[in-house]
T-cell receptor, first 110, second 111 residues
Framework: NAGVTQTPKFQVLKTGQSMTLQCAQD?????MYWYRQDPGMGLRLIYY???????DKGEVPNGYNVSRLNKREFSLRLESAAPSQTSVYFC?????????FGPGTRLTVL | GENVEQHPSTLSVQEGDSAVIKCTYS??????FPWYKQELGKRPQLIID?????GEKKDQRIAVTLNKTAKHFSLHITETQPEDSAVYFC??????????FGKGTTLSVSS
């Protein structure tokens, strides 16, 4: 079991560029999440998907879109990247109430 | 929605001392309270959790206490070791929703 995987590990974008962060889990979990982590701000919820076919906004959804492609995969898209989106992005999946995190994607927007 | 406050933001202790981190939550419907440890450059890892029907839970050197009436919960680490140095996050969740995290506590254990 790989658990929760994320690609890429690192990415540098220019302002205005778009990209998609990929997340997959092989634990057959229904719920999946995207968080961003900034120094001193903890982990803030961007979007989540309680089950395949559903998505909901979290605390900081502006500038992002998500797709729950199937039960395994949950992607996060930045349509027009801004420097304020420089962060570490973590994907997670959940069984019962326990969340398991992926290794993270470090994104820098210049 | 839920709001989780965590204190202190930094904590420095000597090896062998105890460390206590406290969190408060706002939503009385929250019923699950995990603690995560994050080492530098790594992902958050669950270290202990507690549900609203329990007042205290222990696992070796770590323990969590919950006061539902006051809406606060705490992490206690005894006999701290240098490898306990990390950022610790508390969180709260209502059933069927997402974890909301505190801002984290950076624990430094010096030998």
């Amino acid at each position: 079991n790989a658990g929760v995987t994320q690609t890429p590990k690192f990415q540098v974008l220019k302002t205005g560029q778009s990209m998609t962060l990929q997340c997959a889990q092989d634990m057959n979990h229904n719920s999946m999440y995207w968080y961003r982590q900034d120094p001193g701000m903890g982990l803030r919820l961007i979007y989540y998907s309680a089950s395949e076919g559903t998505t909901d906004k979290g605390e900081v959804p502006n500038g992002y879109n998500v797709s729950r492609l199937n039960k395994r995969e949950f992607s996060l898209r930045l349509e027009s990247a801004a420097p304020s989106q420089t962060s570490v992005y973590f994907c997670a999946s959940k069984i019962s109430d326990t969340q398991y995190f992926g290794p993270g994607t470090r994104l820098t927007v210049l | 929605g839920e709001n989780v406050e965590q204190h202190p933001s930094t904590l420095s202790v000597q090896e062998g001392d105890s460390a206590v981190i406290k969190c408060t939550y706002s939503d009385s419907a929250s019923n699950y309270f995990p603690w995560y440890k994050q080492e530098l450059g790594k992902r958050p890892q669950l270290i202990i959790d507690i549900r609203s029907n329990v007042g205290e839970k222990k696992d070796q050197r770590i323990a969590v206490t919950l006061n539902k009436t006051a809406k606060h919960f705490s992490l206690h680490i005894t006999e701290t070791q240098p490898e306990d140095s990390a950022v610790y996050f508390c969180a709260a969740i209502q059933a069927g929703t997402a974890l909301i995290f505190g801002k984290g506590t950076t624990l430094s254990v010096s030998s």
